[in-house]
């Protein structure tokens, strides 16, 4: 089905957007030009991509549950692992972008909502066997998948928690000091994003970061995202399209609002 407001977004975007040559603030133009604009490619992509790989060629059918947006009550359908690799997975541009993300900001305690086959949590947790990782997911068929792969990789420093994110999120919370990075990759509806939202706002420290997945995926979370960039704690949000990034940093006075397109699509900014 296509997804008008996606696509008319996406256009509004691309006209409002600037790269990181226009930046004037050095926090964040040393950051895009680590993460975003970093074409550095590490050996564990390759490992990675090559499960993507697997799982999109993996027939074998799951009996999930559905917890995420849409669904008023728990609701069982069956998927193939095939079908949500490449429909409900990160992919690896954003997914290698969360890595360098991470591992800019020397991120260590991260919570993910949303696990899926565990993709991006392989991404998050690689850069350092010192980040802890809490992956949450409420399929148990989908979470078994998961942990496999986490096995398969050999993989200490992710901790799964299966369960509805409303109970799940906060169990995790209180196994973390504080929380250094959370990517909220599910259940992408206003409400409860804004539930997750203020949950974390609890629990962040100045050098935290929030990173919200679809911003434009839907009217609701496009208004879930004014209202979280809008946050008197917020100092800058960062708006990727596909992610919307939140940033609490105080030495930054004045709050500023960005609006993000890799170098490459406007590449004339560079002169002009
Ligand atoms: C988009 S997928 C996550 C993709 C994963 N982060 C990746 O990129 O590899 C979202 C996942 O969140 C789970 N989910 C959605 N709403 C949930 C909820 N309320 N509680 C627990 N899990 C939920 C779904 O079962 C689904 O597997």
């Not at 977004?9 to 691309?14: G, V």
């Not at 990782?133 to 200490?156: D, H, M, P, T, W």
Request: glycine share 2%; with cysteine.
């Amino acid at each position: 089905m296509i997804n008008l407001h996606a696509i008319k977004s996406l256009l509004k975007f691309y006209f409002a957007s600037d790269t990181y040559y226009r930046v004037h603030s050095p926090f964040l133009f040393e950051l895009l030009d680590n993460t975003l604009e970093d074409d550095r490619h590490y050996y564990i992509f390759e490992e990675i991509e090559a499960l993507r790989k697997k799982l999109l060629n993996d027939h074998t059918i799951l009996e999930i549950e559905d917890l995420g947006a849409g669904s008023k009550t728990t609701k069982n359908k069956q998927r193939s692992i095939k079908s949500i690799a490449s429909s409900a997975v990160s992919p690896a541009y954003q997914s290698q972008f969360l890595y360098k993300l991470a591992q800019y900001l020397r991120a260590q305690n991260i919570v993910e909502l949303g696990t899926s086959l565990g993709i991006s949590a392989l991404y998050l947790s690689a850069y350092s066997s010192k980040v802890n990782l809490f992956s949450l997911e409420g399929s148990k068929s989908i979470l078994e998948v998961a942990n496999n792969n986490f096995r398969s990789f050999n993989k200490k420093n992710i901790s799964t928690l299966l369960g509805h994110f409303d109970e799940t999120l906060p169990q995790a919370i209180s196994n973390i000091d504080k929380l250094d990075m959370v990517y909220i990759d599910g259940n992408h509806a206003k409400k409860p994003t804004l539930k997750y939202f203020e949950e974390c706002l609890d629990n962040i420290h100045d050098q935290s970061v929030l990173i919200f997945d679809d911003i434009y995926w839907s009217r609701e979370m496009t208004a879930a995202w004014d209202v979280i960039k809008s946050n008197h704690m917020v100092r800058l949000s960062l708006d990727m399209y596909y992610f919307g990034i939140v940033f609490f940093n105080s030495n930054i006075k004045k709050k500023q609002d960005f609006k993000i397109v890799n170098a490459k699509f406007k590449p004339w900014q560079k002169f002009i």
